[in-house]
C-alpha cells in the first residue's frame, strides 16, 4: 500500500511553527485592575511572550495574572509564582469560560484531490479578501474604507509595500465581492457569541471562528472564478484569505495587550466546502494595535508565509541570524520610519527577493553594480559550492527608501546561506549541516572597513575578506548605487539540478520499507558530464543510484553508471567514481533507498505541479507508477552553460499571473521543464 505522509500541520494541535511572529521590540503601558500603570519592554515570541520592567524585573502572565519571572539563558521567562498585579481587563475564570464562540462546524463531504497552485514569479495580481469579524461585545473600531486603504491602498498599504520590494511585478488587487462597497475586497459578518479572546491560544475557537468566516464568503463573491487550474480547490495564490477580528491584536503588544485579542498566524482550518470550491488555507489578524488601525507589517510578514511560504528568519525562533530589523521575515516588520511600529516595514532580505524572483542574482567576478532593493535592485550571489547548491554569499544594497526608510542603517548588506538546511515542515533533518538557513556576516576582515554600529551594514572599504579568503570584496562604495569588485577563488563546476520546487514536506513509502524510484530526465548539448546526486534522507541507509538510457535497469547496454552509498538523515553527497559521458538526449535517473530503521525511503515535494517526470514502486515486482510528486533529490551536472532562467507563464495563465510553479530555491531547481539539461557530444 502506497503511504504519503503530510508533515503539513492539518489540525490535531495545528499550530503552526512558522507562525510565531514575536511581538513589536518596544515600550508599551500595562494596566492593572488596581489602577497602576507601568512601562514594560514586550519581549519573547508567541510561544513565550514576556516583558521587562522599568526596573529590570521581568513579568509573565498567565490568564490575566501577571506574575514576577526570571530569565534563563536570555531568551526564556519562568514564573516564580510572586503576583505582581492582574490585569485590567481581567475576568474570573468562570466568566472567561463563557466566552464561546457559538458557532458548530458541520461536517464537511470528502474534498476532490488538490493540484497546488504556487506564485512562481514575474507579473502577477495577487487578489485577497478580508473577512472582518464582530462579536456580540465587541465591534468594529474602523470603517471598511478605512481597512481597505489600509491593506489595497496605492500607497502605505500591503499592496504598495509589495508592489516596491518585487520591482513592480506583484501586485495586490481586492477581490471582487458583493458585500458592502462591492470590489473593495472587503467582507463583514457578526457572530452572536462574544470575541472569544483565546489570543495565542489557537484550538477548537479559533478553528470555529475562522470557519464560520470563510463559510460567510460563499454567497458574496464567486469563488470558482477564482480557481484558476480547475481543481475546486482555492490555493491563496489563487485567493489569499485574511480573517480580521475585531479586537486587538497581541503580537503588537504580547502580554500587555488589551483584551479581547488574537495573536497574528498563518494556518490551516480542515477544508471547507464554500460556494463551490474548497479552502484551508487563510492568516489571522485583529484589527487594532492598540491606540491605533493595525500596521502594515505584520500584515505583510503573515502574507509571506500563506502566499510564498517563506520561512520565519528570527534568531531566537526562526532560521536567520542577526537579520534583526533588515527583513521582514524577522524583525523588519516592526520598522517605524518614524510612524507607528510597523508603518515601514523592511523590505525582504536577498536571499527570499531571489527565492520568490522579484530581484535578479548576479553571479559576476570583476566590477560589480547593486542597485537598492527599493529599486528592484540585484543581489550579488557568491556560490562556495561546486555544484551551487550548498553554502553561498549574497551581496545586497540597503538604502533608507520607500519602505526601507524604517532601516536602523543603510550600506551593503552580506549573508551567508546553506541551501542544506533548508526550511518547512521536514528540515530539522537538516540541522547536522547547520542550525541556520540565513546568517547576516557581523565581524568583517580586510582593510579600511567602515560599518554601521550593528557591523552588518558596510559603508566603505578597501578590502572585505570573506568564505576563509576564498572571496574578497575590493573598492567597496555604498549609496544608491552600490558599487564593488570581486574576486573568488571557488570556481563551481555545474549546477544541482531537481524537479522539486520547495524543500519535502512529505515522505513516501513504508517506514523501514524498499523504495524505487524512476526519474526521466531531458539532456542537451552543454553538459559536459553527470556526477551524482543529493540525496536528501529521512534517516540512515542505503541508497542505489545510476544513469541508464533505456527505463530497464536490467538492460546490459543501457547502463552507463551505477553506485552503491550508505546516506545519513539530512542531504548526502553521493557521486559516481567515474562519471559518463552521455549519449544521447534522454537518461533514466533510477534510485533504490533502502532504510536501515522506521523512516521513510523517499522525502518528497507535494507543493507544487508534479512535474510528470517522476514514477515510484515499492516492490522490486511491481510496475512503476505515476507520481504526483517529486523527490527531493538533486542530479549533480557539470556544465559550460550558464544557468537556465526560471520558466515563463505557460498559455494557460493569465496575462497578469503565471501558472503552477513554486519559486526556485535559489538555482536548485533549473528549469528542467523548459531549458533540456544540455549535453556535450561524444567524441
Not at 11 to 28: D, F, I, S, V
Not at 384 to 404: P, S
Not at 668 to 676: D, P
Request: hydrophobic share 35%; glycine share 12%.
Amino acid at each position: 500500500m502506497i503511504r504519503i505522509i503530510f508533515f503539513s500541520l492539518f489540525l490535531t494541535g495545528w499550530q503552526l511553527g512558522h507562525a510565531q511572529t514575536p511581538p513589536a521590540l518596544e515600550w508599551a503601558d500595562l494596566h492593572l485592575l488596581n489602577g497602576d500603570s507601568h512601562r514594560v519592554m514586550l519581549l519573547g515570541s508567541r510561544s513565550a511572550p514576556y516583558m521587562m520592567l522599568e526596573d529590570g524585573r521581568y513579568l509573565v502572565e498567565q490568564q490575566g495574572i501577571y506574575y514576577l519571572a526570571r530569565l534563563q539563558n536570555n531568551r526564556y521567562a519562568t514564573n516564580t509564582g510572586e503576583e505582581f498585579g492582574r490585569s485590567a481587563s481581567y475576568q474570573e475564570p468562570e466568566e472567561k469560560e463563557a466566552r464561546q464562540v457559538s458557532s458548530t462546524v458541520s461536517a464537511q463531504a470528502n474534498p476532490p484531490v488538490r493540484t497546488p497552485y504556487r506564485y512562481e514569479g514575474g507579473a502577477f495580481e495577487q487578489p485577497l479578501v478580508v473577512i472582518r469579524v464582530a462579536f456580540s461585545d465587541q465591534g468594529f473600531e474602523y470603517s471598511d474604507a478605512e481597512i481597505s486603504a489600509r491593506i489595497f491602498g496605492s500607497s502605505d498599504s500591503v499592496s504598495s509595500y509589495f508592489f516596491e520590494g518585487s520591482g513592480q511585478q506583484f501586485r495586490i488587487v481586492p477581490a471582487s465581492e458583493s458585500d458592502g462597497t462591492s470590489g473593495d475586497g472587503i467582507v463583514r459578518m457578526t457572530l452572536s457569541s462574544a470575541h472569544p479572546d483565546f489570543g495565542s491560544s489557537y484550538g477548537t475557537q479559533s478553528r470555529n471562528l475562522v470557519t464560520s468566516a470563510v463559510q460567510a464568503l460563499g454567497g458574496k463573491i464567486n469563488l470558482s472564478s477564482y480557481d484558476r487550474n480547475g481543481d475546486s480547490w482555492l490555493d491563496p495564490s489563487e485567493l489569499g484569505v485574511i480573517v480580521l477580528a475585531a479586537g486587538f491584536e497581541q503580537a503588537y503588544a504580547s502580554s500587555a495587550t488589551t483584551h479581547p485579542r488574537v495573536w497574528a498566524h498563518k494556518s490551516s482550518v480542515p477544508a471547507v466546502n464554500t460556494g463551490g470550491v474548497w479552502i484551508s488555507e487563510y492568516t489571522m489578524f485583529g484589527e487594532q494595535h492598540e491606540q491605533h488601525m493595525a500596521t502594515i507589517g505584520l500584515m505583510a510578514h503573515e502574507l509571506g508565509h500563506l502566499l510564498f511560504d517563506l520561512p520565519d528568519l528570527y534568531e531566537s525562533i526562526g532560521l536567520g541570524e542577526s537579520i534583526g530589523r533588515w527583513g521582514l521575515m524577522s524583525f523588519g516588520i516592526w520598522n517605524s520610519g518614524g510612524g507607528n511600529a510597523g508603518d515601514k516595514p523592511a523590505h525582504l532580505i536577498g536571499w527570499s527577493r531571489e527565492f520568490l524572483g522579484f530581484s535578479d542574482s548576479v553571479s559576476d567576478t570583476g566590477g560589480i553594480f547593486l542597485n537598492s532593493a527599493t529599486d528592484g535592485g540585484e543581489v550579488l550571489r557568491i556560490d562556495l559550492d561546486d555544484y551551487r547548491h550548498g553554502k553561498r554569499l549574497m551581496v545586497e544594497n540597503r538604502t533608507r527608501q520607500g519602505f526601507d526608510s524604517g532601516l536602523p542603517s543603510e550600506g551593503l548588506m552580506i549573508t551567508e546561506i546553506d541551501d542544506w538546511r533548508g526550511f518547512g515542515a521536514l528540515s530539522s533533518l537538516a540541522t547536522r549541516h547547520s542550525q541556520r538557513l540565513v546568517i547576516a556576516e557581523t565581524s568583517h576582515s580586510g582593510s579600511d572597513i567602515s560599518t554601521d554600529s550593528s557591523g552588518i551594514m558596510i559603508e566603505s572599504a578597501s578590502s572585505v575578506t570573506l568564505a576563509g579568503g576564498k572571496v574578497t570584496l575590493t573598492s567597496v562604495a555604498s549609496g544608491d548605487r552600490a558599487q564593488l569588485n570581486v574576486q573568488s577563488s571557488i570556481k563551481p563546476k555545474g549546477f544541482a539540478i531537481g524537479y522539486d520546487e520547495l524543500p519535502a514536506n512529505a515522505t513516501w513509502g513504508a517506514y523501514g520499507g524498499d523504495g524505487y524510484a524512476l526519474v526521466t530526465v531531458p539532456v542537451s548539448s552543454d553538459v559536459l558530464s553527470i556526477d551524482g546526486i543529493d540525496f536528501y534522507a529521512h534517516g540512515s541507509g542505503t541508497v542505489e543510484f545510476g544513469l541508464y538510457t533505456s527505463a530497464s535497469r536490467y538492460s546490459g547496454e543501457g547502463r552507463l553508471v551505477e553506485k552503491t552509498s550508505s546516506v545519513q538523515e539530512g542531504w548526502n553527497r553521493l557521486l559516481f567514481d567515474s562519471p559518463p559521458e552521455i549519449p544521447v538526449d534522454t537518461i533514466y535517473l533510477q534510485i533504490i533507498s533502502e532504510p536501515s530503521g522506521q523512516h521513510a525511503p523517499f522525502l518528497v515535494d507535494i507543493q507544487g505541479t508534479p512535474s510528470g517526470k517522476t514514477k515510484v514502486k515499492e516492490r522490486l515486482d511491481y510496475a512503476f507508477a505515476d507520481a504526483s510528486f517529486d523527490l527531493s533529490v538533486k542530479l549533480l551536472v557539470s556544465s559550460s552553460d550558464q544557468p537556465i532562467e526560471r520558466a515563463p507563464a505557460t498559455a494557460s495563465s493569465s496575462s497578469s499571473s503565471s501558472s503552477g510553479g513554486g519559486g526556485s530555491m535559489g538555482l536548485l531547481c533549473l528549469v528542467l521543464s523548459i531549458g533540456l539539461l544540455r549535453r556535450r557530444p561524444v567524441r
